[in-house]
């Protein structure tokens, strides 16, 4: 079945960063649109970005605007979240996410196919 695995989750400081990857299989990567959603404790899920199915369209989130950057290596089946300047508000699971043919790319309800999530904490 379709596999999305995120990694590079982890703890850091205030003002640091990261970069979550989620890497897909048995699914045509090229051809799914991509997300990236996050879930912090008792929250639903929200969304965080969005890619095109061969990145040239993107859309982030008010409120990581600037700081986080979304892209894509299709020869990798891989979907990158470069996130910044991060803040103790940005502590969450985050969550990739793919659909061939979405409604609404920043709803989670429009993504088929789902990886198991990864840990972001933001913290001094």
């Known amino acids: 079945q379709v596999q999305l695995v995120e990694s590079g989750g982890g703890l850091v400081q205030p003002g640091g960063s990261l970069r979550l990857s989620c890497t897909a299989s048995?699914?045509?990567?090229?051809?799914?649109?991509m997300g990236w959603f996050r879930q912090a404790a008792g929250k639903e899920r929200d969304f965080v970005a969005y890619?095109?199915?061969?990145?040239?369209?993107?859309d982030y989130a008010d409120s990581v605007k600037g700081r986080f950057t979304i892209s894509r290596d299709n020869a990798k089946n891989t979907v990158y979240l470069q996130m910044n300047s991060l803040k103790p508000e940005d502590t969450a699971v985050y969550y990739c996410?793919?659909?061939?043919?979405?409604?609404?790319?920043?709803?989670?309800?429009?993504?088929?196919?789902w990886g198991q999530g990864t840990q972001v904490t933001v913290s001094s």
């Open positions: 890619i095109s199915r061969f990145g040239s369209s993107s």
């Open positions: 048995r699914l045509t990567f090229s051809s799914c649109h």
């Open positions: 996410a793919a659909v061939y043919y979405y409604s609404d790319y920043a709803s989670p309800e429009s993504y088929d196919y």
